[in-house]
């Protein structure tokens, strides 16, 4: 690992610290400063010329500031004679943006992915983008990780437990669940009219009286459907509610909404650090470092990353 140098972003400090435990090495020195004007300016304090480095951050929390800093960073190192630099990016705020549905609108994921290229990276490893084929907008390697294991094992397997879809467009993942924890699937059909964040579920496929559902979803910003859903399936006759989200980007009344739901527990990933609420004592938060410590292991002893698909 003498070559190794792992950088923490802002919006992936703590979780940097707890990757680089997991490799047992320090992390990097770095700096970063806001200008009043609110421009930004970063700076490694230490030598990287011929090392390999991993820079971590999420784009989030703010999410401009956070991107921009990123390439920032990648420029950097590479300006210092960096032999290579690897952007882990656990949370890709962009990734919503993957097609375009709608006249006269642009492809922000297209857009972010060759501004990343376009500043040196070699490497991205994200984790649970929310569409795979984002990958196709990069040229070079990307691996997306996925959360399933971890939360799977956080939330436990059950006799009478059922996995539940949020939407139609999360199916294909949530049977993935289905089939780790041994458990049936029902889907939420929900529908969504405007960018208000919000949407309605209008029925619900699957049986669910009795059980303990489980709802799952790659992301949640204001809890608005999580709670909707958890509200369906009580009144479909389910005995219990928990819900499992990779990423916890969590805005406005997100807590107060999950508070007066039915769900009793929301587990999360530590992919997301800086959100601008309280978190509920309903959130459990899972962490995603080994995962990701792994990874960069792998990578730079050049070995195979198959084995975190599986």
Not at 256 to 285: F, G, H
Not at 296 to 309: N, Q, Y
Request: glycine share 6%; hydrophobic share 45%.
């Amino acid at each position: 690992m003498e070559e190794l140098l792992v950088f923490g972003g802002s919006g992936s400090r703590r979780l940097t610290s707890a990757i680089c435990r997991h490799l047992e090495v320090a992390p990097g020195d770095g700096e970063v400063i806001r200008f009043s004007d609110g421009n930004l300016f970063v700076k490694a304090n230490q030598n990287v010329r011929g090392r390999h480095v991993y820079v971590v951050q999420s784009t989030v929390f703010p999410a401009n500031d956070n991107f921009m800093e990123l390439l920032f960073w990648i420029d950097a190192f590479k300006r210092a004679s960096a032999a290579s630099v690897t952007v882990l990016m656990p949370y890709f705020s962009y990734g919503k943006a993957d097609k375009k549905d709608e006249p006269r609108v642009s492809i922000r994921a297209r857009v972010c992915a060759e501004a990343i290229e376009a500043a040196g990276a070699a490497r991205v490893v994200t984790m649970d983008l929310h569409a795979p084929q984002i990958q196709g907008f990069f040229t070079l390697p990307v691996d997306d990780l996925y959360a399933l294991p971890l939360l799977a094992e956080a939330i436990g397997t059950g006799e009478d437990l059922v996995v539940v879809s949020p939407d139609v467009g999360f199916a294909k993942q949530a049977r993935k669940y289905a089939t780790r924890l041994g458990a049936p699937l029902a889907i939420a059909d929900k529908e969504r009219v405007d960018h208000s964040e919000a949407a309605r579920v209008i029925d619900l496929i699957g049986d669910v009286d009795g059980r303990d559902a489980v709802i799952v979803d790659d992301f949640t910003i204001t809890a608005g459907t999580l709670a909707e859903v958890a509200e369906a399936l009580i009144a479909r006759g389910a005995r219990s509610v928990r819900a499992a989200v990779t990423h916890g980007v969590f805005t406005g009344k997100s807590m107060e909404r999950l508070d007066d739901s039915p769900i009793s527990r929301l587990y999360v990933t530590d992919t997301v650090e800086n959100q601008p609420v309280r978190l509920s004592a309903k959130v459990e938060t899972v962490s995603v470092a080994p995962l990701f410590a792994e990874a960069i292991g792998r990578i730079h002893r050049r070995e195979s990353i198959s084995v975190l698909f599986q």
